[in-house]
């Protein structure tokens, strides 16, 4: 076993690109809001269902300074207007405190459409703030517990030595994982992941 003090001085310091598949991102939003009910309660507390969630999707948004858009399907449940079939599309921008690691919603814009002026009014504003609470509550997140974590079990892997292939181990220490930067492409979420440390690899057998 090799102790860490020696390979001290061979330093790992990399960025590695991590991208995360908007199908991805459907099916894990589809299993939390499919058939959640969006609705408004009075200052006497009387609670008033407008409209339910029947799909959603996200993609990339293509409004200047924004970094996805949500496609909303909603069923209308109100008196005036029932069983209305509305799509909602909801501009999200992310923002990323690199030194507190935390990623917060820094801005969204909600525009619906269903050829009927009052309906839209009625629901955008209803969903613009059922939205802002919903969604800023679930993307206001710290990521370094998640990190640390991650980082443990790492580095308990690779204080054993880690088989990379037959005959070729690797042992090291991860001293630093952080999120460097967040961005919106084409077919994913593009996350930048920094990391170092010190390693080595060591090679058990030699073929000739």
């Given at each position: ?33 499919i ?9 006497d ?8 969630i ?5 993609e ?7 970094d996805?858009?949500l ?46 002026w009052f ?16 969604l800023?509550k ?6 370094m ?10 580095n308990?892997k ?32 593009w996350v ?5 440390g ?11």
């Amino acid at each position: 076993m090799y102790d860490k003090d020696e390979f001290i001085d061979q330093n790992i310091n990399i960025t590695i690109p991590v991208i995360i598949g908007y199908a991805v991102l459907d099916k894990y939003l589809k299993e939390k809001v499919i058939g959640e009910i969006i609705s408004k309660e009075s200052k006497d507390g009387k609670k008033s269902n407008y409209a339910r969630i029947l799909d959603i999707t996200i993609e990339k948004s293509h409004f200047e300074g924004y970094d996805f858009l949500l496609n909303i399907n909603l069923q209308t449940l109100t008196n005036l207007f029932k069983n209305r079939q509305v799509k909602i599309f909801f501009h999200a921008a992310l923002e990323l405190n690199k030194e507190l690691q935390h990623v917060s919603l820094k801005k969204f814009e909600i525009d619906g459409r269903t050829k009927n002026w009052f309906a839209d009014k009625l629901l955008e504003t209803v969903v613009n703030n059922w939205m802002y609470e919903k969604l800023k509550k679930k993307m206001n997140f710290g990521l370094m517990p998640h990190i640390e974590e991650k980082m443990d079990a790492i580095n308990e892997k690779l204080k054993n030595k880690l088989e990379v292939k037959e005959g070729v181990q690797l042992i090291g220490s991860l001293d630093k994982v952080e999120i460097s930067s967040i961005n919106a492409g084409e077919k994913g979420l593009w996350v930048s992941v920094s990391i170092r440390g010190a390693g080595l690899l060591e090679l058990e057998t030699l073929e000739m």
